[in-house]
């Protein structure tokens, strides 16, 4: 009777501690989901990752197993498992500084996120142009003191205004296809920059979520679910600038849901002779709950609307001859104003033990006009040669995407299954010629476009020891419909067209200071609605073939090294050129070249961060010597020093460099290079803080766009090709203060 005791409460305690699933869920004092945090078993080895709601489970864990959670920026948890907390496991992880020597290579899903996420703690974006600034290798220009949207260089691309990269926040496109000034126009200025949580970005053609326009990369930026204290900020500088900021928590102490609103408002006359009276207005609310507990809803609605004057490029000429100065003008009636209403519905629902659903609705409401002398009186000699951009449009859209994570033995794997529509209506796009923004010469382009892009994607991940391999595919159907309104006869013209844009990329954990990745893949850029239409377009969806492969190295505690070859071939750069109402195509092209970053921690409050690229770019299409493709950077430099947390004090230097490029195809005009630094320092008294920012702070003579151009002013009998250019801010003070509540 003994012995069958015994053998009874050795099988019940065999039992008991049989291994089982830990369920569990990581949140922040706010009550947010934590994306992203390690979870380890120190008995087991058993580890995962909490997803899109914070949720997570880890397989072969034993009451009393020691659970270790972390993720940079939170402090880490070490929680023995007891029969109390194994079946309501649920850890609220605290904020703290960034510190380099805690990051973790083999533990980070993005290692390069990761650390942009670094950056952007360590020096936070302080206004709407550095937001794309984040993104390491990433230079921008602005045209018209930020009434247009910036033009983008990347990876020896100039994009102009997105034509190469996509564009998105919380899910909504910004890349406008069939634009009135230029395919792919993306205006990022109805963000506020304090409103960003995360940054989520990615070169090359490799990323089976990212469709149309991921050729040289993609960024996604995510908004704040919500904010920790509300605040207003006044911010005064010289040109007659000031800037109002506003942010207010609307539930605050509310546990179940977050709601805040913020405004923004800007105004500047720049430090152009002629006043660019420039304002700018931002509005932005967001709205989260949880449904049964676990399912996160937001609801997002913004308003943006802008207006300016510009003073245009000018022509080298003229001030090299003392005519004007870099800040002058040949014509300042040029212009614009632009707005742009969203309304955004997003929803994270688990939809099983192994599978979330991430899906958001989305309607905007855009409208854009812009006017522009870029020729002066190289076409019509009396009247000048001003045109006017104009157009109305209706972006609605929905996009869904099912990931699922699956274990097969030894093998984890995480499937992820999407599908989304975009569909744009857009009214009365025009191109005219103009006099003084009041008197229509003539209509050169008018009509109505409506574009469709339907897409699925299919993309996988295997984690096979050391090894992560990621098979993908993505299919995108378009449908291009327009009506010319300047024909006699009505007439509806359409196309549609099909592509299907394979992944695979790998990527090997060496160790935990050492991650090797080889990614390969195809991407495509659309093209104008009209050119495909009217001028019977042979490219429509012309592919990019890209191949990446390097590795991301922590060769101290303190530091990390990021490197990368790459190789990217371009079916056709055939490209809308709003400005003229005319295609270019350049035929095929070829881009290669080195990226490098350098993160490096010196103390807890000093960090330290660079990032360059070498980048030859060529046609393959025309001969040796008259192959250069126009504005290509063969060479760019970004980084900078930042303190943070020293005592009271926060600020820091950053830096940008670009170097002299060609401006036409046979090098024979130069776009010349600048190097640029901006500081800023801040002193936080309780809830005030004092600032002072300085952009320019050498003063240097700077041109911030350029392009080889052929104009003829009213004096001139022959027209002149040669650079004309936005002069770049010159030294620019400027002080704030914030109170937070």
């Known amino acids: 009777m003994r012995n069958l005791l015994f053998v009874f409460i050795f099988l019940a305690t065999c039992l008991q501690t049989k291994a089982q699933e830990l369920k569990g869920k990581i949140i922040d004092t706010y009550n947010n989901p934590v994306e992203n945090a390690y979870v380890f078993n120190v008995s087991s080895n058993a580890h995962t990752h909490s997803d899109l709601n914070g949720n ?189 900021l506003g942010m207010f928590d609307l539930l605050e102490g509310n546990k179940k849901d977050d709601a805040y609103v913020a405004v923004e408002y800007i105004a500047t006359d720049g430090p152009f002779e002629s006043p660019q009276n420039f304002n700018r207005l931002n509005l932005f609310g967001k709205y989260n709950t949880f449904l049964n507990g676990k399912d996160r809803v937001s609801v997002t609605a913004s308003h943006f609307t802008s207006t300016w004057d510009a003073s245009g490029q000018i022509p080298e000429r003229e001030v090299n001859n003392g005519n004007i100065t870099r800040y002058g003008a040949i014509d300042d009636t040029e212009g614009g104003t632009t707005s742009r209403t969203n309304f955004n519905v997003e929803l994270n629902k688990t939809l099983s033990e192994e599978s979330i659903l991430k899906s958001n609705v989305f309607y905007s409401k855009y409208n854009f006009e812009l006017f522009s002398n870029f020729t ?21 859209g929905a996009n869904a995407q099912i990931i699922s994570n699956k274990l097969f033995g030894d093998v984890e794997a995480k499937f992820t299954k999407g599908a989304g529509l975009r569909y744009d209506i857009i009214n009365d796009i025009e191109l005219s010629h103009t006099k003084n923004r009041q008197k229509i010469i003539d209509r050169i382009q008018l009509g109505d476009v409506r574009q469709t892009n339907m897409y699925a ?86 592919k990019a073939y890209g191949l990446d492969f390097g590795n991301i190295w922590k060769p101290t505690k303190n530091m990390v090294v990021n490197t990368a070859v790459w190789y990217l071939l371009s079916e056709e750069e055939f490209v809308y050129v709003g400005d003229a109402g005319i295609v270019e195509p350049s035929g095929e ?43 290509a950077p063969d060479f760019t430099a970004v980084g900078g020093l930042s303190v943070n947390n020293l005592g009271n004090f926060s600020g820091g230097f950053q830096y940008r460099y670009i170097d002299d490029r060609p401006a036409t195809e046979d090098n024979s005009i130069v776009a010349e290079g600048y190097f640029v630094a901006d500081f800023n320092v801040n002193y936080k008294m309780k809830d005030v803080t004092l600032g002072l920012a300085i952009e320019n702070i050498f003063d240097v003579a700077w041109n911030e766009t350029q392009f080889a151009t052929e104009s003829r002013l009213q004096n001139e009998q022959n027209p002149v090709e040669e650079i004309h250019f936005t002069p770049g801010t010159p030294f620019f003070a400027k002080a704030s203060i914030t109170y937070t509540f």
């Open 376 to 396: 002066f009186f190289l076409e019509d000699p009396v009247n000048g040669d001003q045109i006017r951009q104009f157009e109305n449009r209706d972006i609605f």
């Open 457 to 542: 994607f299919f993309n996988s991940e295997f984690e096979i020891g050391k090894f992560k391999i990621s098979p993908a595919v993505r299919l995108d159907y378009f449908k291009f419909i327009y009506n010319d309104a300047l024909q006699t006869n009505y007439n509806t013209l359409t196309k549609n067209k099909a592509i299907v844009t394979p992944k695979l990329n790998f990527l090997y954990s060496q160790n935990d200071n050492l991650q090797w990745f080889l990614k390969s893949g195809i991407g495509f850029h659309s093209n104008d609605t009209r050119v495909v239409l009217q001028q019977n377009a042979d490219k429509v969806l012309p």
């Open 589 to 631: 092209s070829e881009r290669y070249g080195l990226d490098l970053g350098v993160r490096y921690q010196f103390t807890d409050w000093l960090y330290f961060n660079t990032d360059v690229t070498f980048t030859k770019a060529r046609s393959l299409e025309n001969i040796p010597g008259e192959d250069y493709i126009p504005l």
């Open 56 to 244: 997570f489970k880890v397989l072969n864990t034993n009451i009393g197993d020691t659970i270790q959670i972390g993720i940079l920026g939170f402090q880490k948890q070490e929680v023995v498992l007891t029969a109390e907390n194994f079946n309501d496991f649920k850890v609220v992880l605290k904020t703290k500084v960034f510190q380099l020597e805690e990051l973790v290579l083999r533990k980070e899903i993005n290692a390069l996120q990761t650390i942009s996420k670094i950056d952007l703690e360590v020096n936070p974006v302080n206004n709407s142009q550095e937001i794309l600034r984040k993104v390491p290798g990433l230079i921008i220009g602005q045209h018209a003191g930020g009434g247009k949207a910036e033009q983008i260089f990347l990876r020896g691309f100039d994009i102009d205004h997105g034509t190469d990269v996509t564009l998105s926040v919380d899910g909504m496109p910004i890349n406008m296809v069939s634009h009135a000034h230029g395919q792919g126009y993306s205006d990022l200025h109805f963000v506020i920059p304090e409103t960003i949580q995360k940054i989520d970005f990615g070169k090359g053609p490799y990323y089976a979520k990212q469709g149309d326009f991921n050729t040289a990369g993609y960024v996604n930026f995510s908004t704040k679910k919500s904010i920790q204290n509300s605040m207003i900020s006044m911010e005064v500088g010289q040109f007659n600038s000031q800037r109002f």
